[in-house]
């Protein structure tokens, strides 16, 4: 094995090939099919392993079957050079003839370095988004609400960030720049960056207020200045809200801090007035026996609060109609609930009214009489 690696001067393996050796042509070689055969191995291996670790499909498509590639290319580059890398230190220790020209031999290992963290960059870039699946696979009703997704945006926007800081550390060592040197400029122009980066670094604390006070959360309908809609993520930087025309406003996060924030979603309550017209002629025991039919039918649904400060009562008496003021509260946690719960409710005063023989006031038949 030893004459393999140091051939003699006039053996076959001492041949040289456009500045290169036989023996290092070779090993060239075989490091690039080894890396070849280890990257399909690795994308065929993974996805099977880990579906034995992971039961959620989501996760295991996420985390492999989508990225199956960039484990590949990551497994076939690191094996490349270790072994490239290994053959190196064994010829400047003299034990083989593995030899590289100079600028070949600095870029090669560089490369395959590059290859390497580039590749687990993009792989965990990917597997952020399994945060979401994670939670929800935790979560005891499977449900995510508001406050979750609100940190589960939160979790994945803070992971990304770090995923590309500490990925271009390992991806500029790759490409040769000192980091020792890169640190310390870093330092030195801190104070130029900062001021540059100000308004990144304004949404960074916008971000961070927003999480810690929680004015708002995903899914909430929110007021801010002459936005109105709802939450559908909150990042890092900015706040998306989709408006009730279906656009999608980004606001940075920064505008947050000073800015009033109306949240409708925080509501305990939802108030509801409205004003029945009940025809002039109107017996006053119908209207009367009536109106306590209504607060009766609000005092025993199961959707309404403060009951004491409910009424239905006569509020005016015009020449035209005799008006009926409505006050309750309901106990609902979305506009599309309080919705159909109006108009269930409402149906329920049509039948009332209808039971009490009342009329509602109509224009066109006082104009025709």
């Given at each position: 094995?030893a004459?393999?690696f140091q051939?003699s001067?006039?053996?076959?393996w001492?041949e040289?090939?456009?500045g290169?050796n036989?023996?290092t042509?070779?090993?060239?070689?075989?490091i690039?099919?080894?890396?070849?055969?280890?990257?399909?191995?690795t994308?065929w291996?993974?996805p099977k392993?880990?579906?034995k670790?992971i039961?959620?499909?989501s996760?295991?498509?996420?985390?492999?079957k989508?990225?199956?590639?960039?484990l590949?290319?990551?497994?076939?580059?690191?094996i490349?050079?270790?072994?490239?890398?290994?053959?190196i230190k064994?010829?400047?220790?003299?034990?083989n003839d593995?030899?590289l020209p100079?600028?070949?031999?600095?870029l090669?290992?560089?490369?395959?370095?590059?290859?390497?963290a580039?590749s687990l960059v993009l792989?965990?870039f990917?597997l952020?988004?399994?945060?979401?699946?994670?939670?929800?696979?935790?979560?005891?009703?499977?449900?995510?609400?508001g406050s979750e997704l609100?940190?589960?945006?939160?979790?994945?926007s803070l992971?990304r960030?770090?995923?590309?800081?500490i990925g271009?550390v390992f991806?500029?060592d790759?490409?040769?720049?000192n980091?020792?040197s890169?640190?310390?400029?870093l330092?030195?122009?801190?104070?130029?960056l900062?001021?540059?980066?100000k308004d990144?670094?304004?949404?960074?604390f916008g971000a961070?207020?927003?999480?810690?006070d929680r004015p708002?959360?995903v899914g909430d309908?929110i007021i801010i200045?002459s936005v109105e809609g709802?939450?559908?993520?909150?990042?890092?930087r900015?706040?998306?809200?989709?408006t009730s025309m279906?656009?999608v406003?980004?606001?940075?996060n920064a505008?947050?801090?000073?800015?009033?924030?109306?949240?409708?979603?925080?509501r305990?309550w939802?108030?509801?007035?409205?004003?029945?017209?009940?025809?002039l002629?109107s017996?006053?025991?119908d209207?009367?026996?009536?109106?306590d039919?209504?607060?009766?039918h609000?005092?025993?649904?199961?959707?309404?609060?403060?009951h004491?400060s409910?009424w239905?009562?006569v509020s005016?008496l015009?020449?035209?109609s005799?008006?009926i003021?409505l006050?309750l509260?309901?106990?609902?946690a979305g506009?599309?609930?309080?919705r159909?719960?109006?108009e269930k409710?409402?149906?329920s005063?049509m039948?009332l009214?209808?039971?009490?023989?009342l009329k509602f006031?109509?224009?066109?038949?006082?104009q025709?009489?």
């Open positions: 094995m004459n393999i051939p001067a006039d053996s076959f001492s040289q090939i456009l290169l036989y023996l042509v070779a090993l060239l070689t075989g690039l099919l080894l890396a070849i055969v280890v990257r399909f191995i994308m291996v993974a392993l880990l579906s670790i039961r959620s499909d996760i295991q498509s996420k985390a492999v989508d990225s199956d590639k960039a590949g290319n990551a497994a076939g580059a690191g490349a050079m270790y072994v490239l890398n290994t053959l064994l010829h400047e220790e003299g034990q593995f030899s100079g600028i070949i031999e600095e090669l290992p560089n490369l395959l370095q590059f290859i390497l580039l792989w965990a990917r952020v988004s399994i945060v979401k699946d994670v939670v929800q696979l935790f979560d005891k009703d499977g449900e995510l609400d609100t940190l589960i945006s939160a979790v994945e992971l960030f770090l995923i590309i800081a271009s991806i500029a790759a490409l040769g720049f980091l020792t890169l640190i310390a400029g330092g030195i122009s801190g104070l130029a900062a001021l540059a980066a990144t670094i304004s949404n960074l961070t207020t927003v999480l810690l708002f959360k309908w200045d709802e939450v559908m993520e909150i990042s890092l900015t706040t998306h809200i989709r279906d656009t406003v980004t606001v940075p505008n947050l801090v000073n800015t009033p924030i109306e949240n409708f979603g925080k305990r939802r108030r509801w007035q409205s004003l029945l017209h009940l025809d002629n017996n006053p025991e209207v009367a026996t009536f109106c039919g209504v607060i009766e609000i005092k025993s649904s199961p959707i309404t609060l403060k004491e409910s239905c009562q005016a015009s020449a035209q005799l008006d003021s006050n509260y309901w106990d609902v506009g599309s609930t309080e159909e719960e109006k409710f409402l149906l005063v039948q009214a209808k039971e009490k023989k006031f109509d224009a066109r038949m006082m025709n009489s």
